[in-house]
């Protein structure tokens, strides 16, 4: 087996896992690197090299009780065999409603005038019938 430097240990990908709760509830989380240097500034190992022994070093307990939408992952796991923990695919600060973009949008998007200049030929010629 080769052996692994301290270099492609700290290369690795690492991951935070955090209880996140609302009003419904709450689930088990795991936080990749990116979303976690999202959240602090820091990767992972660097949080992890800075602390030491320490579990939970003061940068994660900043994170929380603070607002953030996330984004989660459900896989077969999650459904079939029950299983709570999520993997999250995105995060930010706050509260943001994808339906609420979406409905904006749309919106948006009918208050648009538009005109086509495809010609249907014949379509003048069809007899309409109102029964």
Request: proline letters at 1%; charged letters at 25%.
């Amino acid at each position: 087996m080769k052996n692994l430097d301290k270099d492609y240990i700290e290369s690795e990908v690492q991951k935070i896992s955090v209880l996140a709760s609302d009003k419904t509830g709450e689930v088990q989380v795991i936080l990749g690197d990116q979303e976690v240097r999202t959240l602090v500034g820091k990767r992972v190992h660097q949080i992890i090299k800075e602390n030491g022994d320490d579990i939970f070093p003061q940068i994660v307990k900043d994170i929380a009780n603070q607002h953030y939408t996330l984004k989660i992952r459900l896989k077969d796991m999650n459904i079939v065999d029950h299983i709570q923990v999520y993997s999250e695919t995105n995060i930010c600060h706050g509260f943001k409603n994808q339906q609420d973009e979406e409905t904006e949008y749309t919106a948006q998007a009918s208050n648009n005038t538009t005109s086509s200049t495809y010609n249907l030929g014949g379509m003048s010629d069809l007899n309409s019938l109102s029964t």
